[in-house]
């Protein structure tokens, strides 16, 4: 068995690097590609020069060439311009976009969260040289993890480099704040809302919170039958309890019933349920002591918008989704400086695995949140501690302070949404402690668990600086370090003038 085991394995590592190499030269390509439409730009420029006039109708001209040309849509085609254009500004970005080290996604998500940067520079706020700064800190980044998670990161680079042009941008941006409708065909219509980026994420967390208390509780939904001759419908409308003998047992049990609303359908129910004594109530299908509640066949994404739909109609959800869910609200974190919460500056705060927040909503917040953990920083960013007193809470708390998601690379589940996972399983000794524990998504958890077969089980150890170490069942190594959040340290001459700000604060 050994030996057949050794092939497969050899297989599975020479597939991987096989489609590594590919994926290595598909971004090589889309670089060429990027630099070709750079040079067809720089063409545009000098015709432009010789006709100014025209610079709207040369340079739609263009786009319209290479979209026709290309099968490619015009805004596509419109987007892949700017990006070219962008990537004029990041020399360094470039090169490891040439050499396939990031993808055509890692590129668009850094050109376009240095918008901020560049605006902070042409209004003075900050000096030329702060782009090369974001450029080194975004590819650091790029490098190393998904698009994905590059988005979040470097628009937190980019804010706090950026500084109060983040603030003003927020406060322009909130005026644009809209809900569009256009028609889809098939009885389909688009619901477009410009929200606060914070506002959007409470929403999306508290429907999916709701439909999945939905799909957890089916015996909360008001069900509707048809009778014997299936032309009319029982409507059930509460719940009593009723007391069944186990024919096989002789002993009693207490069993919960859905009564009819009217008083017709509840002598016939009753009626039926004398009937049904002469057969077994707990185990015949078609006894009327049994309420049978048809499966929800909805996906999640189906479950959210009907939920939508019933809380912008019905203000709360109405009975037929289950009853309980008027205390789900939505979530969200935020982090903040200490000095910016007092209003001692207007630094942005940060919306966790999201970007920068306008530091007046981050008070808004604050003003209504029940639930602080004061953070500790290191030199690097990375969270030490918390000062909550009770130990159970103030783990969780750090844990989900200090992941912010799923600790398996790449993915980007929110915290919130995972389980705290013991990194040394805890039946073979590993402690319940800070060092011990990670944050892993329902998807991700499971790959490591000890009832996985050894060829398909992944690994994983927690090193000192809170980096998880995962091996594949290949034996390929992949490392997700823990996020940090962005901050600037002062120079020795700087922090002996300074006092250093507060500790940051999540709620």
């Not at 929800?296 to 109609?313: E, G, I, K, S, V």
């Amino acid at each position: 068995m050994a030996t057949d085991a050794l092939p497969t394995l050899s297989q599975h590592l020479v597939l991987l690097d096989e489609w590594l190499e590919t994926r290595r030269q598909i971004a090589r390509l889309e670089a060429r590609a990027a630099g070709l439409l750079a040079q067809r730009i720089a063409v545009m420029d000098a015709e432009v020069a010789e006709a100014p006039r025209y610079r709207d109708t040369i340079q739609r001209s263009m786009i319209a060439e290479y979209a026709v040309a290309g099968r490619v849509p015009k805004g596509s085609m419109d987007y892949a311009f700017a990006d070219a254009h962008a990537l004029a500004d990041f020399p360094a970005l470039s090169e490891s976009f040439a050499e396939g080290r990031v993808t055509g996604a890692h590129v668009r998500e850094i050109t376009r969260a240095a918008s901020v940067v560049h605006e902070a520079i042409a209004t003075g706020n900050v000096d030329a040289g702060t782009l090369t700064l974001y450029e080194a800190a975004a590819l650091e980044i790029a490098e190393n993890d998904t698009p994905a998670r590059t988005r979040a990161a470097v628009r937190e680079v980019a804010a706090a480099l950026a500084g109060v042009t983040v603030t003003e941008r927020h406060k322009a941006a909130e005026a644009e704040r809209c809900v569009t409708s256009r028609p889809v065909g098939d009885g389909l219509a688009l619901l477009q809302a410009v929200l606060p980026e914070h506002v959007v994420a409470a929403i999306m967390d508290r429907l999916t919170q709701t439909a999945k208390h939905v799909i957890a509780h089916p015996e909360e939904r008001r069900p509707v039958f048809p009778d014997d001759d299936e032309a009319d419908f029982v409507e059930y409308a509460e719940r009593d309890a009723i007391t069944i003998e186990d024919p096989r047992t002789g002993e009693s049990a207490e069993h919960e019933i859905w009564l009819p609303a009217t008083a017709d359908d509840l002598e016939a129910y009753w009626a039926a349920i004398d009937a049904a004594r002469d057969t077994d109530p707990l185990t015949d299908p078609n006894s009327a002591a049994i309420t049978h509640v048809p499966d929800d066949p909805r996906t999640m994404d189906q479950m959210r918008a009907d939920l939508l739909t019933d809380l912008l109609l019905a203000s709360d959800p109405s009975a037929v989704f289950g009853e309980g869910l008027g205390n789900i609200t939505g979530h969200v974190q935020v982090t903040i400086s200490a000095t910016t919460l007092v209003g001692e500056d207007d630094k942005p705060a940060q919306l966790d695995n999201e970007g920068p927040l306008h530091p007046d909503v981050a008070r808004r917040l604050a003003g209504r949140a029940t639930l602080w953990t004061r953070l500790f920083l290191d030199a690097t960013g990375v969270v030490t501690q918390t000062d909550s007193y009770t130990p159970t809470a103030a783990m969780v708390r750090h844990l989900r302070a200090r992941d912010q998601h799923c600790r398996f690379p790449g993915c980007r589940v929110p915290a919130r949404r995972c389980d705290l996972d013991h990194t040394w399983d805890h039946a073979l000794g590993g402690p319940t402690s800070l060092d011990n524990l990670a944050d892993l998504c329902h998807s991700h958890h499971p790959l490591k668990h000890p009832s996985i077969p050894d060829a398909h089980r992944w690994t994983a150890r927690q090193l000192p600086d809170r980096t998880i170490e995962w091996t594949t069942p290949q034996g390929r190594v992949h490392t997700d370090p823990p996020p940090r959040r962005v901050m600037f340290i002062p120079t020795p001459e700087v922090a002996r003038q300074t006092t250093l700000p507060e500790p940051a604060c999540p709620f």
